[in-house]
C-alpha cells in the first residue's frame, strides 16, 4: 500500500512539474503545433501528440460540456484494460480523475495537467460531435512497451495516408507474426464500446488504442526516429550542426520527406559531400526528400545557418514521413546570438567611419573572436622579385563633446604617400600557422590581443516593496585583459574543485599594452590594420638576451598586419558572418633586413563570446 501510495504521488508530482513549467515566465517559447481532435457524444479515446499551451484540463477543454476526463496512474505499471467503461471500474482500476471545478466532487480530482504522448478517455457529453483544437509543443518521449500486456497508447501516423493496422505493425514480432497475425488490439466505437481491431482497420491519428505487445520491445513505428535525448533539434545559442537518424524497418524501400510543418522554409542546410568527398552544405528545400532502401539507415546533418534567421527566436516544427503512413513531429528551436552592447566607460568612442555600412556590418560582429593564420608564402630575404607597397597618409582629427567629454577621431586622408620596398613573397613547401585572438567592442573598434580571460559576473539583486527579490543586472559573461579584475569575478569551468576562468592566449603576437587597436572595419570587403612596432629595449626583443654580449639590446622591430575580410563563398558553411569569418592575411616586418619581408596567407575566425565590453568593472 506504501508503494502504491508513493507511486501515486510521484506521478502526480510529475504531472504538477510539467505543467508549471509550462507557465514559468522566462521560459524559452516552444514551437507550437495545432492538434484538431473530434470528440463524439459519450466515451471518446483520445491521444494527445503536444503539450498543451495551458495544461489545465479546464483550459483545454473550455465551452464544452465535458463529463470526466480520466488516464492512467502508473506509466511503469501494467495498465489494466478496462473493457466496460464506467467511472466506478476506473477508480477501481487505479486512474486519474478530472471533473469540471463547477462539480461538487471536484475537491476529488487528482488530475491536473494534461501533457503529450499520453492517452486519455474523456466523457464528452454534448448532442454532437465537436472538433477541439490543442495549441503545444509537440513532444517525441520515447514510450516503452510493457510486455506481455495490454498498453493503452496512440500512434505516430500521417492523417492524409492512414495506415492500416497490419502494415503499421508489420515490422514488429512483438506485434504481428506472420503465422498468427496481429496481436489482440482494440479501439473505441462510437457508442464508448471496445471493439477488437482486425488488420484491414485503418490507425487514426489522435486516438488511443488498448494494444497487446508479447514480449519486450522498442517499436515505435515502421520509420525509427532517433533524435537527441531530449526529442528535439534545439540549437540554442551555441550549436551548428544537430544529427537527424532514421531507419527503415519496411521489407519495401520508401521515401523520407522532411518538411516544415506549415510549409515555410527554414534556415536549415543538410551536409552533403562533393566529387572529392568533402563537405559541401545545401539548403533544406521544402520539401526534403531522400530515398532509403529496406532496413537502411540515415543519418542527416542538419546545420542552422543562424544567419538568416528573421527573428531573434526560431520555433517551428518539421513533420518527418516516409510516405507510407508513418509520421512524426520535430520541434526545432534555435535563439539568433544576441550581441551584449554595452557601454564602456574607460574608454573613447570609435572614430567615423569613412564607410557607414562597413560600420553598420562592424557592430554586427562584436564579441571576442579566436581561429588560426596560416601562413603560405614569405620573402625570401636574398632573392626574390621587389615590389612597391603604396600606403595612403591620413590626419588624425579629434572632437570632444563639450557636454559629455566623449572624444571623437576621424582618420582623413591626405596628400602624403609613403612608398616602401619589400620583397614579394613567394610560396612555402609547408604552411606555418599563428593563433589569432580578436575582439571588437560595442563601438566597432577592433582590437588585437595578446590574451583574455573569461569571467562570470554574477547577477544582481535587491528587494522590492512586496519583500520580492528582484534581480536589477543578470548575470553575464565577461572578458577580461586586467588581471587584477579576476578577484572581483567568478569562474566559468571548474578545476581541482575551484571555480576558475578560462584564459586564451597566443605567443604569436607580442606588444606592451594588454591589447592593440587595429584601424578599419571588421566588414567584408575591407582591411583592418594595426602597426606593432617593437623597440631595441623591448625585454621580449626576440634579439635581446642576457646570456651573449652581442645581444645587449636588440633591433628596432615593426610588423605591419593587414586582415581582409573576404565575402561569403558560393556555398558557405553554415554560420558564415555571423560566427564564422574568412580572409586574407598580409604582414609587413621591418629592421630584420635591408628591405621589408612581406608573409601572406589566409585566416579563420570564430566567435566565441558576443560580449562588447572588456574589463567590466566589478
Known amino acids: 500500500m506504501k508503494s502504491q501510495t508513493f507511486a501515486r504521488s510521484l506521478v502526480l ?70 473493457q466496460e467503461v464506467t467511472e466506478a471500474r476506473l477508480l477501481k482500476a487505479g486512474w486519474f480523475c478530472w471533473v469540471p471545478t463547477t462539480r461538487e466532487d471536484a475537491f476529488q480530482n487528482t488530475l491536473f495537467q494534461l501533457i503529450g504522448q499520453r492517452a486519455y478517455l474523456v466523457k464528452f457529453n454534448g448532442t454532437g460531435p465537436v472538433v477541439v483544437s490543442i495549441s503545444g509543443q509537440p513532444r517525441l518521449r520515447n514510450q516503452g512497451w510493457q510486455s506481455d500486456a495490454y498498453n493503452f497508447r496512440g500512434l505516430p501516423v500521417d492523417t492524409s495516408i492512414p495506415p492500416t493496422f497490419q502494415s503499421f505493425f508489420q515490422p514488429s514480432p512483438a506485434h504481428y507474426t506472420s503465422a498468427g497475425g496481429l496481436q489482440p488490439m482494440y479501439r473505441m466505437d462510437l457508442s464508448g464500446q471496445w471493439v477488437r481491431i482486425v488488420g484491414s482497420d485503418l490507425i487514426e491519428e489522435g486516438r488511443a488504442y488498448w494494444i497487446y505487445c508479447k514480449g519486450g520491445s522498442d517499436f515505435v513505428a515502421p520509420l525509427k526516429l532517433q533524435l ?3 526529442g528535439e533539434l534545439d540549437y540554442d545559442t551555441t550549436a551548428s550542426e544537430l544529427p537527424l537518424t532514421v531507419r527503415n524497418l ?12 506549415s510549409g515555410l522554409n527554414l534556415p536549415l542546410a543538410a551536409e552533403e559531400r562533393d566529387a572529392d568527398l568533402r563537405r559541401i552544405w545545401q539548403d533544406l528545400p521544402a520539401p526534403w526528400v531522400k530515398s532509403l532502401a529496406a532496413g537502411a539507415t ?16 526560431l520555433d517551428r516544427v518539421l513533420e518527418v514521413s516516409d510516405g507510407l503512413g508513418s509520421r512524426f513531429l520535430v520541434p526545432v528551436m534555435a535563439k539568433r546570438v544576441v550581441v551584449a552592447v554595452v557601454a564602456s566607460p574607460n574608454r573613447s568612442t570609435r572614430r567615423s567611419s569613412a564607410a557607414p555600412a562597413a560600420a ?13 593564420i596560416t601562413i603560405g608564402a614569405i620573402s625570401e630575404a636574398h632573392s626574390g622579385p621587389l615590389t612597391t607597397n603604396v600606403t595612403q597618409g591620413f590626419t588624425v582629427q579629434e572632437e570632444r563633446n563639450i557636454v559629455t567629454g566623449a572624444v571623437t577621431t576621424q582618420r582623413i586622408p591626405n596628400s602624403v604617400v609613403r612608398e616602401s620596398v619589400s620583397l614579394a613573397p613567394t610560396p612555402t613547401r609547408g604552411e606555418f600557422n599563428l593563433r589569432l585572438l580578436l575582439h571588437v567592442d560595442s563601438s566597432g573598434q577592433t582590437r588585437l590581443l595578446k590574451e583574455v580571460i573569461q569571467m562570470y559576473q554574477e547577477a544582481a539583486t535587491t528587494i522590492d516593496g512586496s519583500g520580492n527579490t528582484v534581480v536589477t543586472r543578470p548575470g553575464r559573461s565577461v572578458l577580461l585583459t586586467d588581471d587584477s ?15 576558475v576562468g578560462r584564459r586564451l592566449s597566443t605567443v604569436d603576437f607580442d606588444f606592451p599594452d594588454n591589447d592593440l587597436p587595429l584601424q578599419g572595419d ?4 575591407f582591411t583592418l590594420i594595426g602597426t606593432n612596432k617593437m623597440s631595441a629595449t623591448f625585454a621580449r626583443n626576440p634579439f635581446k638576451h642576457r646570456y651573449h654580449p652581442d645581444h645587449s639590446k636588440g633591433y628596432d622591430i615593426q610588423r605591419v598586419l593587414e586582415l581582409t575580410l573576404s565575402p561569403a563563398p558560393a556555398n558557405p558553411p553554415p554560420g558564415y558572418g555571423e560566427r564564422i569569418l574568412h580572409g586574407t592575411y598580409t604582414e609587413t616586418i621591418t629592421g630584420l633586413h635591408r628591405t621589408n619581408i612581406v608573409v601572406a596567407g589566409t585566416f579563420r575566425l570564430n566567435r566565441l563570446e558576443t560580449t562588447g565590453l572588456l574589463n567590466p568593472q566589478p
Open 250 to 261: 519496411r521489407s519495401v524501400p520508401v521515401n523520407v520527406t522532411i518538411v516544415e510543418s
Open 13 to 82: 508530482l510529475t504531472l504538477a512539474l510539467i505543467g508549471l513549467w509550462a507557465q514559468i515566465p522566462g521560459v524559452q517559447a516552444a514551437p507550437s503545433y495545432t492538434q484538431n481532435l473530434t470528440l463524439f457524444p459519450g466515451w471518446n479515446s483520445i491521444h494527445l501528440q503536444v503539450d498543451p499551451l495551458n495544461a489545465d484540463p479546464g483550459v483545454v477543454f473550455a465551452g464544452l460540456d465535458i463529463d470526466s476526463v480520466w488516464t492512467y496512474e502508473n506509466r511503469l505499471g501494467q495498465p489494466e484494460f478496462v
Open 360 to 372: 553598420a556590418e562592424t557592430l554586427t560582429h562584436v564579441g571576442l573572436w579566436m581561429g588560426t
Open 522 to 525: 571588421l566588414a567584408v570587403g
Open 298 to 313: 540515415r543519418t542527416e546533418n542538419l546545420a542552422l545557418r543562424r544567419e538568416l534567421m528573421v527573428s531573434d527566436e
Open 485 to 499: 579584475l579576476i578577484s572581483s569575478f567568478s569562474g566559468v569551468t571548474q578545476r581541482d574543485g575551484v571555480s
Open 228 to 230: 537527441s535525448a531530449a
